[in-house]
């Protein structure tokens, strides 16, 4: 199968410190991939030296069989990128926002208005064409940023923590609207710390840590391969969750204690609720749900996503 | 003329094709940005020059009377102040553009970062921002040399031949600008560039003859770009021109393309970690 | 009053952080214009002006132009983006501060640095050999005087817009024509009726008269308290206008 982007022992090193570390990755032609780890895993990094704005240290990348060191222009002309802070020219209106950014791609006048429109349709941001950026809601500048990424029809979108920092409602609308570009056919390159966004839009993701590839797979295969079906999550009132743990044991197949609650990994959560009942633990909360990345990542890491 | 003189300056192989599109695109930027406010903003900025003239040039020049040139020639004070003060608004207004403007927009605008994500590359940035700060300049020149024309500070036909030297002069300080805002840090090392600014039109030749100093401040002087952009576009105003002119040109070439180059080549290196 | 000095102090504070760089300019600036334009012009100027060499003429008028520069300074863009972009003033309103102390202690600070700016170009003045009578020092007063006389009203403008585009017409119209046709560089008395009436009403060419008796040894003589009135006007005036808009503005 085709692979739009190619990576083999990838490297990014700054100064003293070593951002992204000989990290192996491929992309398909149509998938939504995804980039999943914590703040400072070097998500953000890889998805510079994919934009090719960043000079891998070492190694190999291909993207749309291009050499990036070499021809940046070119393999920038076929991508779409929404950074992780928006930067809109917040001297111009929402619709020359990318009317002029359609022009550094050469794209001519004429049609660049008229794409501009219908991406403006597409963000829903049509009512606010002729306002400035400024006064705009969180949620709107991402999704004009998605269209701004849109305006060359690129091959390859890539999106850089496409919503954080917005409200739930927020986050949903832009969703919705990576789900219809899926559906389109775009290839969609994303990172993100939220298991939930990645579970929704990822067909494919990589677990990263210390910029280093921990896991990879779907998100459905990865809960199978590092999770169970059910996960049991206790609350004790005690200071202390440490000295309820010994009284779990033999439980469920693995048991992971955190500084206010203590989850148990189960084939079958109500049952294993039961037997906490019946040995009589008493605790303040019990919330049976179904295994997610997140519990991937605290198995593969030993820590949670969002500290 | 800028794109053609590049290739011999830039160390790694790059492709010349589209520069100048990619170019454009950014000045056209700047264009889609020009507010009714930032328009009467920017065609005032012509007024600036003209008050200078008439405070220094005529007032001042009442007090002084005739001044004597190199070649024993005596010339009215006004018209001997007047191409300096062309020379120095042309570096004045490529100044403005390239340092604070150009700083704001790539620091606190975070604009470049945007455009960097499209096929345009970081030399391209500068060469479409520096056209921009030329736009502007050139038609402030025309107008001052409109001006001096009028006062009869100087002729027809040797305003026609000042006019692509100030333009030469605002590339060139353009270029200087914007190497100079890769270096800086911080709002508050612009009052640093103020005063060096200020420094350069007290000291080029402007006001006075650089006779006027003792031999050693006097070769100082003789090196800085705005005495060479002064003795260019006076010997232009008052003649006589020769093989110094020349010189003052290629000195003016030369900083303009080290500047691009090396403003190119930082950019690239903030911007493309 | 004393909430006035609060917020002077909090702009004295804030002032700690940038004054090394504001110093160079404070200090460095009129040192080269003295230099290159009192030494080096004033070489051609044979004969002197009004009796006096051109740079013993000019430096008053030069310090009482730093004054002037140095106000509108702080009196511009700080205030915009008090207002615009660091919310500082709104932040003071929400202390129990009023409108008056909040202009006030901001004003106050403003003639500190007016203060500070003529005093080192005095100094610079005086090493020069420039300064020839006793009542030299008033100039100190005449400069702080004038400097409020544009403060007032330039605060006023800049807490009534909103764009920093207008302070460049601010600039470019009023402040560099002031600068330029004050008397600073030459008698305003060779000036076309016109723009000498101009000169006339500005501030800035009463704080020159005034600085050059003051630095010469003349006597001011009735003039010279039509000056110190005239300026007071502007202050009183700038003062009732800056506080109108600072109170549509913080108290709504």
Request: hydrophobic share 50%; charged share 20%.
């Amino acid at each position: 199968m085709e692979s739009l982007i190619h990576a083999r022992g990838l490297v990014k090193r700054f100064e003293g410190f070593t951002a992204v570390d000989g990290i192996d990755v491929d992309v398909r032609r149509g998938e939504a991939f995804g980039f999943l780890g914590p703040n400072g895993a070097g998500k953000s990094s890889t998805m510079r030296m994919i934009g090719c704005v960043s000079p891998p240290t070492d190694g190999v990348l291909r993207i749309l069989g291009l050499d990036p060191r070499r021809d940046g222009p070119k393999i920038r002309a076929k991508l779409g990128v929404c950074p992780q802070l928006d930067n809109l020219d917040i001297e111009l209106s929402v619709r020359e926002n990318l009317t002029t950014y359609a022009r550094f791609f050469g794209i001519p006048r004429r049609v660049a208005r008229q794409r501009a429109d219908e991406l403006l349709e597409f963000v829903q941001l049509t009512e606010r064409a002729d306002s400035k950026v400024e006064p705009l809601s969180g949620g709107m500048k991402r999704r004009l940023t998605i269209a701004r990424a849109l305006v060359n029809e690129p091959e390859i979108v890539l999106l850089d923590e496409p919503t954080t920092g917005l409200d739930p409602q927020a986050r949903h609308l832009v969703w919705e609207r990576l789900f219809r570009l899926k559906q389109q056919g775009v290839t969609l390159v994303l990172t993100t710390h939220y298991m939930d966004e990645a579970e929704q839009l990822c067909d494919r993701l990589v677990v990263m840590d210390g910029g280093r590839i921990v896991a990879e797979g779907s998100p459905r295969a990865l809960i199978e391969q590092y999770s169970t079906r059910e996960v049991v999550e206790l609350r004790f009132a005690a200071e202390s969750q440490e000295a309820y743990a010994e009284k779990l044991a033999g439980l469920g197949e693995r048991l992971e204690v955190l500084p206010d609650r203590i989850l148990l990994y189960v084939a079958d959560g109500d049952k294993a609720a039961a037997e906490v009942q019946r040995r009589s633990l008493a605790p303040a909360s019990v919330l049976v749900r179904r295994s997610s990345l997140e519990d991937v990542f605290l198995h593969l890491t030993g820590r949670t996503l969002v500290d | 003329m800028v794109t053609f003189l590049m290739p011999r300056f830039v160390p790694r192989l790059v492709s010349f094709e589209g520069m100048g599109r990619r170019s454009a695109s950014v000045t056209e930027r700047n264009i889609a940005c020009l507010r009714s406010m930032y328009w009467v903003v920017m065609v005032s900025g012509f007024v600036e020059p003209v008050l200078y003239l008439f405070s220094i040039g005529v007032g001042v020049g009442a007090l002084i009377g005739d001044l004597p040139l190199p070649g024993g020639r005596l010339v009215g004070y006004a018209e001997f102040v007047a191409p300096a003060m062309l020379a120095s608004a042309a570096m004045t207004g490529a100044l403005s553009e390239t340092t604070f403007n150009f700083f704001g927009k790539m620091k606190f605008m975070r604009l470049y970062e945007g455009i960097l994500a499209t096929p345009v590359r970081p030399i391209e940035i500068a060469l479409g921002e520096l056209a921009w700060a030329m736009v502007r300049g050139v038609l402030y020149s025309a107008a001052f040399l409109g001006i001096m024309v009028a006062m009869d500070l100087t002729s027809a036909a040797r305003a026609l031949a000042m006019f692509p030297a100030t333009v030469l002069i605002g590339f060139a300080f353009g270029a200087l600008g914007m190497t100079v805002s890769t270096v800086i840090r911080s709002w508050q090392d612009f009052d640093l560039i103020v005063a060096g600014q200020f420094a350069l039109l007290l000291f080029s030749g402007t006001f006075v003859p650089p006779t006027a100093y003792p031999a050693v401040v006097r070769w100082l002087i003789e090196v800085t770009p705005l005495y060479r952009s002064v003795d260019l576009v006076r010997a232009l105003s008052l003649g006589p021109v020769g093989w110094t002119q020349a010189l003052d040109v290629l000195y003016l070439l030369a900083v303009l393309v080290i500047g691009l180059t090396v403003a190119g080549r930082r950019m690239e290196k903030m911007l493309c970690k | 009053m004393v909430a006035g000095a609060y917020v002077l102090e909090y702009h004295l504070v804030n002032y700690r952080r940038t004054w090394r760089s504001s110093a160079l300019s404070t200090l460095v600036l009129p040192l080269l214009t003295m230099l290159g334009f009192g030494v080096g012009v004033g070489s051609y100027v044979s004969g002197g002006v009004e009796g006096a060499p051109y740079l013993d003429w000019i430096v008053p008028g030069l310090i009482a132009s730093t004054a002037v520069q140095t106000a509108i300074g702080e009196a511009t863009w700080p205030v915009l983006s008090y207002f615009e972009w660091l919310k500082v003033y709104f932040a003071q309103a929400a202390a129990p501060l009023r409108v008056a102390d909040i202009l006030g202690g901001h004003l106050a600070f403003m003639a500190f640095r007016v203060l500070t700016a003529a005093a080192a170009f005095l100094v610079v003045a005086a090493v020069f050999g420039t300064i020839h009578s006793w009542w030299a020092p008033l100039t100190l007063v005449v400069s702080v005087l004038t400097g409020l006389a544009v403060a007032a009203p330039s605060v006023a403008y800049s807490s009534s817009i909103s764009s920093d585009s207008y302070l460049a017409i601010l600039m470019r119209f009023a402040v560099l024509p002031m600068s330029l046709f004050s008397g600073v560089f030459f008698p305003v008395e060779s000036l076309p009726v016109v723009l000498r009436w101009a000169a006339y009403v500005l501030p800035l060419w009463h704080g020159v008269d005034l600085s050059r008796d003051a630095m010469l040894g003349l006597a001011p003589g009735w003039i010279g308290l039509l000056h110190v009135v005239y300026l007071l006007i502007w202050c009183v005036a700038g003062w009732a206008v800056a506080h109108r808009c600072f109170r549509r503005r913080l108290v709504v």
